[in-house]
């Protein structure tokens, strides 16, 4: 039962500190920096923002991947006999749905900043196209992996609470 509460317990915790870093992204760091008093800052600012995140991502993604197999463990689910009944249950489909859109924000994330994003900067002085293509296609996977990972956590809630859509 503990090492269920203690999964559980750096789940959420990590869920928190993803989804909300992401939320303040939005909603602060990006309004803040496209202030006019700002626009000799605002590229530096935006780089060493996304730079500490991107150092926390990762080492959020371990902790989701660590607690949630715990607490599936910890439930015995991962059993030998369990783990069939369980991945072709209702809240089994839900759990593999999780983990599917978990794979797809992973892969995304690495798109997002180690291509995407890295590729805006060097293109910034360089080739204005350029430029403007990736900071777009930046935006949009920043935006995708805040929807999916607000998915996901509904998802989480659902799974955690007995309900499945399926």
């Known amino acids: 039962m503990w090492l269920y509460l203690v999964c559980l317990l750096f789940h959420i915790l990590s869920a928190m500190i993803w989804v909300g870093g992401m939320i303040f992204y939005v909603i602060v760091i990006m309004p803040v920096i496209r202030n006019p008093k700002l626009k000799d800052q605002k590229l530096t600012l935006l780089q060493l923002t996304a730079l500490q995140f991107r150092s926390i991502s990762y080492f959020l993604f371990l902790i989701f991947i660590t607690s949630g197999f715990g607490m599936l463990y910890a439930k015995g689910y991962l059993a030998y006999g369990e783990m069939i009944s369980f991945f072709t249950s209702k809240i089994g489909y839900m759990f593999t749905l999780k983990i599917g859109l978990f794979l797809i924000l992973f892969l995304s994330s690495v798109y997002h900043d180690f291509v995407s994003g890295p590729k805006t900067f060097v293109y910034l002085e360089k080739d204005s196209i350029q430029y403007e293509r990736y900071r777009k296609l930046s935006g949009f996977f920043g935006r995708f992996n805040l929807l999916l ?9 659902l799974v955690s609470r007995g309900v499945s859509v399926f």
């Open 149 to 157: 990972s607000l998915g996901i956590t509904i998802l989480g809630i």
